[in-house]
């Protein structure tokens, strides 16, 4: 894939990459143990198209996807690493997606909620990190149930623990972490959603950049890029995009 000095300037207009990392979904992103410094899947996607680009790369960390998408929507940052909405596409060029993701439910142990279907009623309150991929699809489908908001999506189990609420919903394996620091509680069979994990780019940008980052997650994905790196960071439970 060749990239010309006016596409690469307008991909990198600073002359640095400047990447939104969302440190909200493990999955994806997190901090190094050691150095404290952004790792995972996301940061090596932004780390190779920097290479690509003949730049350096900034690194712009953020703990929900809301502010993640914000920073990127406003050009304050040249790439970022998304589920895929409608409502987040207003403002950014999606790529097709790189990685699947399961969204599932989380309750107490002695809840009667047996099925994902049975979670849209009324009087039933479900947690979900405001802004995030979970918050905007239950937005738009439970029709009956209450969603209340908590600040992020890591701190969605400690807020459905304390003001007792009915349901716990986001990344499968975020739910399974951070249940594990209280008793009772147990995920519903299944999932309610997949998430689609996508790059993006600010829709200013123009088309022309928007399908060089598309060709360059299709690259990545079929020369096995995305998956050594899931395989590298010991993820479980996500899968290449087709």
């Known amino acids: ?20 990392i969302n440190l909200g979904n493990p999955i994806l992103a997190g901090r190094d143990s050691e150095s404290g410094e952004p790792c995972g899947v996301s940061v090596d996607l932004a780390r190779a198209f920097a290479e690509r680009l003949g730049v350096e790369l900034e690194l712009l960390a953020f703990d929900s996807a809301s502010q993640s998408v914000e920073t990127v929507t406003a050009e304050r940052a040249d790439i970022g690493f998304f589920a895929v909405d409608p409502l987040r596409g207003e403002g950014i060029h999606f790529t097709a997606p790189y990685v699947l993701i399961e969204g599932c439910y989380l309750v107490r142990n002695d809840s009667p909620l047996t099925d994902n279907d049975q979670v849209d009623r009324a009087g039933t309150r479900v947690v979900v990190g405001k802004g995030s991929a979970y918050d905007l699809y239950l937005s738009r489908e439970l ?21 007792q609420l009915d349901v716990a919903a986001g990344v499968k394996q975020q739910l399974e972490q951070d249940s594990q620091q209280h008793d009772g509680l147990r995920l519903l069979p299944g999932r309610f959603m997949v998430i689609q994990q996508a790059m993006g780019l600010p829709k200013g940008r123009g088309e022309q950049a928007a399908d060089c980052l598309r060709k360059f997650v299709e690259e990545m994905k079929t020369s096995g890029f995305v998956a050594d790196a899931l395989e590298r960071h010991g993820i479980r439970g996500a899968s290449v995009a087709p």
Do not use: C, Y
């Open 143 to 163: 029709k009956q149930a209450e969603i209340v908001r908590a600040p992020t999506s890591t701190a969605v189990v400690a807020q459905f623990v304390e003001q």
């Open 1 to 20: 894939m060749q990239i010309s000095p006016a596409l690469r300037d307008t991909l990198a207009p600073t002359g640095v990459l400047r990447a939104s």
